[in-house]
């Protein structure tokens, strides 16, 4: 093994990820980034995570530039060991690296949607832009109306979101691709507007999962809102009940 994976290892062990960072580019700067791509194949997928995690589109790493589809894939599907709920940072690696080069984007995308866990990955990647994404695919455009299932005060009902994703996906509630209103060029954001349009065109079979995991998450989201605020009859009778033989028994000892 190469002593700088070696001594980046050591270096993330220790939270110095600058330095890990550092030990590895600098074989780009010495020997050119074929030979660092080639290298990165024997980093470990938690090591290489760890570096790119800390760098974005404003904040570049030469690892970013010449990682691999698959080198990638295999690392970022790690992502969900790390428990974070805001998914900014995801993003935000996710989007310096597939967009280096806009036409690999798709490679990236696929790559990563071919790896255990990665339908997940790519529905993290769009956390907070559920709706809008909904709204985008179902009506070709970005606004930001309510989706049917979302009442006035915008909290889901497990019903009305259930009945929806059974026709949601449906041929004449999917706009067929060459009537979007926008291609590609015109949502070239480098971010998920992007990202949703290429999946839709480019990566179908993880678009398809992608929407199934979203619509999973959401009606799992309403599904647990509405626990929440639902009061059980039986469970009431027998909480009431033991409260009422609490009582009795006080009375009983009072009168002893």
């Known amino acids: ?20 960072e550092k030990a590895l580019s600098d074989i780009a700067d010495e020997h050119g980034d074929h030979a660092l791509s080639v290298i990165l194949e024997d980093v470990a997928p938690k090591d290489l995570l760890a570096i790119l995690r800390e760098y974005d589109s404003a904040k570049e790493t030469v690892l970013s530039l010449v990682v691999s589809p698959e080198q990638f894939a295999r690392a970022v599907v790690l992502d969900k060991l790390y428990g974070e709920r805001n998914k900014d ?24 949607f071919e790896q255990k866990g990665g339908a997940g990955i790519l529905a993290d990647y769009f956390e907070g832009h559920y709706e809008v994404a909904l ?35 449906s041929s ?8 979007w209103g926008y291609s590609r060029t015109e949502l070239a954001d480098n971010d998920w507007k992007e990202t949703l349009w290429i999946l839709f065109h480019e990566v179908p079979d993880a678009f398809d999962h992608l929407i199934d995991e979203v619509q999973s998450r959401m009606l799992a989201a309403c599904q647990r809102a509405a626990q929440k605020t639902e009061i059980n009859p039986e469970a009431l009778d027998k909480l009431l009940q033991a409260i009422c033989n609490s009582s009795n028994d006080d009375i009983e000892e009072s009168a002893i």
């Not at 004449?172 to 009537?179: F, G, S, T, W």
Request: charged content about 25%; hydrophobic content about 45%.
């Open 1 to 20: 093994m190469h002593p700088a994976i070696i001594n980046a290892s050591k270096l993330i062990l220790v939270g110095n990820i600058s330095g890990a």
């Open 89 to 112: 940072k995801l993003r935000g690696m996710m989007n310096a690296v597939i967009y280096k080069h806009a036409d690999t984007a798709p490679d990236y995308l696929e790559a990563i």
């Open 135 to 169: 709204n985008f695919i179902l009506r070709a455009h970005l606004e930001t109306t309510p989706l049917p299932f979302l009442d006035d005060e915008n909290i889901l009902d497990p019903e009305e979101i259930s009945a929806f994703f059974e026709v949601f996906y």
């Open 172 to 179: 004449e509630n999917i706009m067929d691709k060459v009537d």
